[in-house]
């Protein structure tokens, strides 16, 4: 069959390179793609976001099924539009989005559902909010909307929670409401599944890592790289995870007549009282994917077509044994201005170790392939173990040059 693929990250270059090993798989398109995935796809270059472009690209190309990566055409209602032409979709309805598109939404599902999370409060008045803020002193606040990974402020005093407060207002535009959330402390994980609207089916477990520098110091990214599975998670203690969150909440999603297709991802923190969600996203994980991918044992196109038509079978995935890692290399001065022009060499010979390097931020400038974005690639690694997936995946970023390039040097570290 013919497939339309959305978006153009790592993320999206590792769905391509999984989508292309599947037998059922007879031409891949992709909207926008990046120079790696051209390899593995024809690209197009559309408003991704734009459900009337997409509609008409999918229509024109006479594809069976389009796979939407990034979350953005989804709360826009790109699956929506496709679905009402009978075109299969793999991603949820704008309207099942906003588990990711609105943390208030998200947070109404939860306590509907029974599913542990922080206790919080919701303002629409920014002068409340900072009053409320600045009683509780250590606070999280957040941004109501999709706002790239920069919606959300961990505040530890009064003084911090209150400029917190007024830093999110004035970037929401005073428009968007905002949550205060207790801090939670444990350590945090990522658990997704593959969901068609009743059922759904586990992805192994991962962990991203979303400080800048080695030690989880430095600012908040898009996420530094990830590993899977965790090794600090029995079988047994995944399943009940998996029991407790994703079943309760497709029912409430169905019962709403908004049933959930697609990736469901529930942002994990594991705290000393038990598991609790931090956030939903209504697609996979970035840099999770590219692990998980790697790891997943499965005809990912087959998984994503019978989700599509709500005929997911499969309870159990099955993985590959050992593990993945996935190293991001960032751009100089990310995440706050990334330099771009520089130069990248080194691709094949990092491949040539056996690493897949899923490219971001990176564009073909006539032949040359120069850095695009602040994540420009990961390099990513399959392999028996842990430590032998990690020394696979920095042999071959060893390997990977350009000016400026930047990556954490303890990605899985937390797993021993
Ligand atoms: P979110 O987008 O809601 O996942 O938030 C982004 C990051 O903020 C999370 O990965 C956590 O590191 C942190 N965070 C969010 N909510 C809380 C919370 N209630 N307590 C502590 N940290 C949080
Ligand atoms: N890795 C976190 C995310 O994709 O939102």
Same mark, same amino acid.
């Given at each position: 069959?013919?497939?339309?693929?959305?978006?153009?990250?790592?993320?999206?270059?590792?769905?391509?390179?999984?989508?292309?090993?599947?037998?059922?798989?007879?031409?891949?398109?992709?909207?926008?793609?990046?120079?790696?995935?051209?390899?593995?796809?024809?690209?197009?270059?559309?408003?991704?976001?734009?459900?009337?472009?997409?509609?008409?690209?999918?229509?024109?190309?006479?594809?069976?099924?389009?796979?939407?990566?990034?979350?953005?055409?989804?709360?826009?209602?790109?699956?929506?539009?496709?679905?009402?032409?009978?075109?299969?979709?793999?991603?949820?309805?704008?309207?099942?989005?906003?588990?990711?598109?609105?943390?208030?939404?998200?947070?109404?599902?939860?306590?509907?559902?029974?599913?542990?999370?922080?206790?919080?409060?919701?303002?629409?008045?920014?002068?409340?909010?900072?009053?409320?803020?600045?009683?509780?002193?250590?606070?999280?606040?957040?941004?109501?909307?999709?706002?790239?990974?920069?919606?959300?402020?961990?505040?530890?005093?009064?003084?911090?929670?209150?400029?917190?407060?007024?830093?999110?207002?004035?970037?929401?535009?005073?428009?968007?409401?905002?949550?205060?959330?207790?801090?939670?402390?444990?350590?945090?994980?990522?658990?997704?599944?593959?969901?068609?609207?009743?059922?759904?089916?586990?992805?192994?477990?991962?962990?991203?890592?979303?400080?800048?520098?080695?030690?989880?110091?430095?600012?908040?990214?898009?996420?530094?790289?990830?590993?899977?599975?965790?090794?600090?998670?029995?079988?047994?203690?995944?399943?009940?995870?998996?029991?407790?969150?994703? +079943?309760? %909440? *497709?029912?409430?999603?169905?019962?709403? &007549?908004? #049933?959930?297709?697609? @990736? $469901?991802?529930?942002? =994990?923190?594991?705290?000393?009282?038990? +598991?609790? %969600? *931090?956030?939903?996203?209504?697609?996979? &994980?970035? #840099?999770?994917?590219? @692990? $998980?991918?790697?790891? =997943?044992?499965?005809?990912?196109?087959?998984?994503?077509?019978?989700?599509?038509?709500?005929?997911?079978?499969?309870?159990?995935?099955?993985?590959?044994?050992?593990?993945?890692?996935?190293?991001?290399?960032?751009?100089?001065?990310?995440?706050?201005?990334?330099?771009?022009?520089?130069?990248?060499?080194?691709?094949?010979?990092?491949?040539?170790?056996?690493?897949?390097?899923?490219?971001?931020?990176?564009?073909?400038?006539?032949?040359?392939?120069?850095?695009?974005?602040?994540?420009?690639?990961?390099?990513?690694?399959?392999?028996?173990?842990?430590?032998?997936?990690?020394?696979?995946?920095?042999?071959?970023?060893?390997?990977?040059?350009?000016?400026?390039?930047?990556?954490?040097?303890?990605?899985?570290?937390?797993?021993?």
């Amino acid at each position: 069959m013919d497939i339309l693929l959305l978006g153009s990250g790592a993320r999206e270059h590792a769905l391509a390179w999984k989508l292309s090993q599947s037998p059922l798989l007879k031409k891949l398109y992709a909207a926008n793609g990046n120079p790696g995935m051209a390899r593995l796809a024809h690209c197009f270059e559309i408003p991704e976001a734009h459900p009337q472009e997409v509609l008409g690209l999918a229509k024109r190309l006479k594809v069976q099924l389009v796979v939407i990566g990034p979350e953005a055409p989804l709360v826009a209602g790109v699956a929506d539009v496709l679905q009402q032409e009978g075109i299969a979709v793999f991603g949820p309805s704008a309207e099942a989005a906003q588990l990711e598109g609105s943390k208030h939404f998200a947070k109404q599902c939860m306590q509907k559902a029974g599913v542990p999370t922080a206790s919080f409060e919701v303002f629409e008045q920014v002068e409340l909010a900072v009053a409320r803020a600045r009683s509780w002193g250590s606070v999280v606040v957040k941004m109501d909307g999709l706002a790239q990974g920069k919606g959300v402020v961990v505040a530890r005093t009064s003084q911090e929670a209150e400029a917190a407060v007024r830093m999110l207002w004035a970037l929401g535009g005073g428009k968007q409401r905002l949550l205060l959330e207790e801090v939670l402390e444990g350590w945090e994980m990522s658990l997704m599944a593959i969901c068609d609207g009743e059922r759904f089916a586990l992805l192994p477990a991962s962990q991203d890592h979303k400080r800048l520098l080695d030690g989880d110091k430095g600012p908040n990214t898009g996420g530094m790289g990830a590993y899977s599975p965790l090794p600090q998670l029995s079988e047994s203690m995944l399943e009940e995870l998996g029991r407790l969150i994703f +079943p309760p %909440v *497709l029912n409430v999603l169905k019962e709403r &007549g908004t #049933p959930f297709k697609g @990736v $469901l991802y529930a942002g =994990l923190m594991m705290t000393p009282q038990g +598991p609790r %969600v *931090l956030e939903f996203n209504c697609r996979l &994980g970035d #840099p999770e994917a590219q @692990v $998980l991918l790697l790891q =997943l044992n499965e005809d990912f196109l087959a998984l994503a077509l019978a989700c599509a038509q709500g005929e997911l079978r499969q309870a159990r995935l099955k993985s590959k044994p050992g593990a993945s890692v996935a190293v991001v290399a960032c751009a100089e001065g990310y995440p706050a201005d990334p330099r771009k022009g520089a130069e990248i060499f080194g691709i094949a010979q990092a491949e040539a170790l056996g690493a897949q390097v899923f490219l971001a931020g990176a564009k073909n400038d006539f032949g040359r392939l120069r850095v695009s974005g602040g994540r420009v690639l990961s390099v990513c690694a399959q392999a028996s173990s842990l430590p032998k997936a990690q020394e696979m995946a920095y042999a071959a970023m060893e390997k990977i040059r350009f000016e400026g390039q930047h990556f954490r040097n303890d990605i899985g570290a937390k797993a021993f």
